[in-house]
């Protein structure tokens, strides 16, 4: 059973995971008023006040974003002073940093669906960019020695 379930999350689609990510909760500054709370499936958002930030679901930031109704607001992790320390941590320390689990999921969305609220997207894109790049290098490195140690097992044990 928990194989099955291991095989099924490992052959999500890249659309699939983005929609997983779009229930990050990120913070709006909503550009219209609601008296009362939206309830939706996934809970109760709002009331919304015109200049109060709030947090809602990416799926609903999205939305509204592109509706004209709402300013996306840069998460802490996402700044570009946050992400170039990020990418020194991961091009200097053999383990992984700490970022949201579906990080480059949610970069995505918010970037490519408000890239304008947000100063230097495109250093952004790169930053996210690059860092994935660094992961990626340390997993196939990881991947070589636990390869390289197990053929080493396999000789000895002879």
């Not at 999205?62 to 990418?87: A, N, V, Y």
């Not at 689990?101 to 947000?118: N, P, Q, V």
Request: net charge negative; aromatic share 8%.
């Amino acid at each position: 059973m928990i194989n099955q379930e291991r095989q099924e999350f490992e052959q999500l689609s890249f659309p699939e995971i983005e929609f997983l990510a779009e229930e990050e909760i990120v913070d709006i500054i909503p550009s219209i008023r609601t008296e009362e709370e939206v309830d939706v499936v996934t809970g109760r958002y709002g009331p919304f006040r015109p200049g109060e930030q709030t947090q809602v679901p990416l799926w609903m930031a999205s939305l509204l974003r592109k509706k004209r109704q709402c300013t996306l607001c840069l998460p802490d992790w996402m700044r570009e002073d946050s992400l170039i320390q990020t990418l020194n941590y991961e091009q200097t320390q053999g383990q992984f940093s700490t970022l949201p689990f579906r990080y480059s999921e949610i970069a995505k969305l918010l970037l490519d669906t408000g890239s304008e609220d947000f100063q230097n997207s495109q250093k952004l894109r790169s930053l996210i960019h690059d860092i994935e790049l660094t992961r990626k290098t340390k997993l196939e490195a990881s991947i070589k020695q636990i390869e390289r140690a197990e053929e080493l097992r396999v000789v000895c044990s002879f």
